[in-house]
């Protein structure tokens, strides 16, 4: 199984290299699509790529990819054993807010993915990918660690928002935040967690459309202009 699905991530990995749907392609270094275990039991998801994972064609890189390795090692996890993705495979100019209509070109290629990896856990990373998967237009501040049950794809999964980790590098009350998150990740994939929304409610399960994501409630920047990276 795992060889088909890898097989089937690089044909569309490839059908990406060469996209045209929004105005990003003609700034991009590169197309950043995705990486890691086609059999993953847990993926990744981000916003877009930023200053470095354009050029290295990897979706989190830096102190950002170190951070997150740390706190999967803290776990018993590795980055080996995981997939990860962005909503957006090319980076916009500054680092800015994804537009509407450049969430539309890419949101295909991310259900793709997930429906070819098909991971019991996504963990979104920040406020957009966490609104776009989940259909709820909530900051990451309100719902990080709190697992949802949705189905994507037609697949039950378990959302799990968590801060970026570009974001807790800075601040460390948000780094311990996310470290005591990223602990329940074990409890979460042996499928021993109650699924809760922000008011600690039961969240049903939904069949979820993309919802059209409201601006001003983008990723936390990653500040590359500053060689902090």
Same mark, same amino acid.
């Given at each position: ?17 060469? /996209?045209?749907? /929004? &105005?990003?392609?003609?700034?991009? *270094? ?8 086609? @059999? ?41 054993? $995981? ?6 495979? /090319? ?12 969430? &539309?070109? /890419? ?5 793709? =993915?997930?429906?070819?990896? %098909?991971?019991?856990? $996504? ?5 957009? &990918? *966490? ?24 697949? %039950?999964? *378990? ?13 460390? *009350?948000?780094?311990? $935040? ?5 602990? %329940? ?7 021993? &967690?109650?699924?809760? @929304? ?8 939904? @069949? ?16 590359? =202009?500053?060689?902090?990276?």
């Amino acid at each position: 199984m795992s060889s088909d699905r890898a097989a089937l991530l690089l044909e569309e990995a490839g059908r990406a290299a060469g /996209c045209t749907r /929004c &105005a990003l392609h003609a700034g991009r *270094t590169q197309v950043v699509f995705g990486e890691g275990d086609p @059999d993953a039991e847990l993926a990744f998801v981000g916003e877009a790529p930023g200053f470095h994972e354009d050029r290295e064609g990897t979706p989190f890189a830096g102190r950002a990819r170190a951070l997150l390795e740390s706190l999967l090692g803290g776990v018993g996890l590795s980055l080996d054993q $995981v997939y990860l993705a962005t909503v957006l495979k /090319c980076r916009p100019p500054g680092n800015r807010d994804p537009l509407p209509e450049e969430s &539309a070109a /890419c949101e295909p290629y991310l259900y793709r =993915q997930l429906d070819l990896v %098909r991971p019991r856990v $996504v963990a979104t990373l920040g406020s957009f &990918a *966490t609104a776009l998967l989940s259909g709820r237009a909530l900051g990451i501040t309100r719902v990080h660690g709190q697992e949802q049950d949705v189905t994507l794809g037609g697949r %039950r999964v *378990t959302l799990y928002p968590l801060y970026h980790p570009a974001a807790a590098l800075y601040t460390p *009350t948000m780094l311990e $935040v996310l470290e005591r998150d990223v602990a %329940r990740l074990p409890q979460l994939l042996a499928g021993e &967690a109650e699924c809760v @929304d922000a008011t600690h409610a039961r969240v049903p399960v939904a @069949d979820l459309a993309p919802p059209a994501f409201p601006r001003g409630e983008g990723r936390e920047r990653q500040p590359v =202009q500053l060689g902090l990276f």
